[in-house]
C-alpha cells in the first residue's frame, strides 16, 4: 500500500528566503507526483504535476523535482512571500488507486 | 465553468442525526472522489466513481456511511448516524479521466457532530 510523508509538519520562514519542502513515498512505481496548494478553510489547487519519466516541473517561482527510484520529491519555492503561507500537500498516482496524499506541510512565511 | 460545487459548507448537528453532504461535479468529468480530511490522519480517500458507478469503497469508515451517485452531475454522501469522530473536512473532487492529471476540488464541507 502507498504511503506518502511530508516533511517537516510545518515551517516558518522570514520573507525572501528560498525553501525546500521534501516529499516520500514507499512505493516507487508511480505514475506521476503532483503538488498541491491549500490555503485555510479552501479546497487544494493542484501547483505542479511531473510524470514519472520527468525529473523537474517549473512554475514561476516554484520547482518540483522527482527522484522516483529513491521514492523522493521537493517542491523548491524561492524568494518566498507572505501570500506562499498555505498548507502545502504532495499527491502520487500509482494507476491502480486514485491519488494518494501526504499529510502535508503548513508554511507561514513572515513579514 | 464553476467548479466542483458542495453543499453545505458548515454543518453542526448533534449525535445520532443523519447527515447529509452534497456535491455538484465539474461538467463532463467522468471520476467523482470522496475524501475526508483531518489533522491526525490528513487526506484520506472514502469513495470514488467513474461514469456513477462506485469502484472503490473500502476507505468507507463503517456501514453508517454511504455514497450515491445518481447521475453524471450530483453525488451524496450520507452519515448515518453521525458520530462526534465523524467531525471533519469533506472533499469532493472530480477529473476527467481519473488518472491524477486534472483533478479539482470543492471547497469543503465542514461537518461539526457535537
Known amino acids: 500500500k502507498q504511503e506518502v510523508t511530508q516533511i517537516p509538519a510545518a515551517l516558518s520562514v522570514p520573507e525572501g528566503e528560498n525553501l525546500v519542502l521534501n516529499c516520500s513515498f514507499t512505493d516507487s512505481a508511480i505514475y506521476n507526483l503532483q503538488w498541491f496548494r491549500q490555503d485555510p478553510g479552501k479546497g487544494l489547487t493542484s501547483l505542479l504535476l511531473?510524470?514519472?519519466?520527468?525529473r523537474e516541473q517549473t512554475s514561476g517561482r516554484l520547482n518540483a523535482s522527482l527522484d522516483k527510484s529513491s521514492g523522493r520529491s521537493t517542491l523548491y519555492i524561492a524568494a518566498s512571500q507572505p501570500g506562499d503561507s498555505a498548507t502545502y500537500l504532495c499527491?502520487?498516482?500509482?494507476?491502480?488507486?486514485?491519488?494518494?496524499f501526504g499529510k502535508g506541510t503548513r508554511l507561514s512565511v513572515i513579514a | 465553468d464553476a467548479g466542483v460545487i458542495q453543499s453545505p459548507r458548515h454543518e453542526v448537528t448533534e449525535m445520532g442525526q443523519e447527515v447529509t453532504l452534497r456535491c455538484k461535479p465539474i461538467s463532463g468529468h467522468n471520476s467523482l472522489f470522496w475524501y475526508r480530511q483531518t489533522m491526525m490522519r490528513g487526506l484520506e480517500l472514502l469513495i470514488y466513481f467513474n461514469n456513477n458507478v462506485p469502484i472503490d469503497d473500502s476507505g468507507m469508515p463503517e456501514d453508517r456511511f454511504s455514497a450515491k451517485m445518481p447521475n453524471a452531475s450530483f453525488s451524496t454522501l450520507k452519515i448515518q448516524p453521525s458520530e462526534p469522530r465523524d467531525s471533519a473536512v469533506y472533499f469532493c473532487?472530480?477529473?476527467?479521466?481519473?488518472?491524477?492529471?486534472?483533478?479539482?476540488f470543492g471547497e469543503g464541507s465542514w461537518l461539526t457532530v457535537v
Open positions: 473532487a472530480s477529473s476527467e479521466t481519473g488518472d491524477g492529471n486534472t483533478i479539482y
Open positions: 499527491a502520487v498516482y500509482s494507476g491502480n488507486t486514485p491519488l494518494v
Open positions: 511531473i510524470q514519472s519519466s520527468q
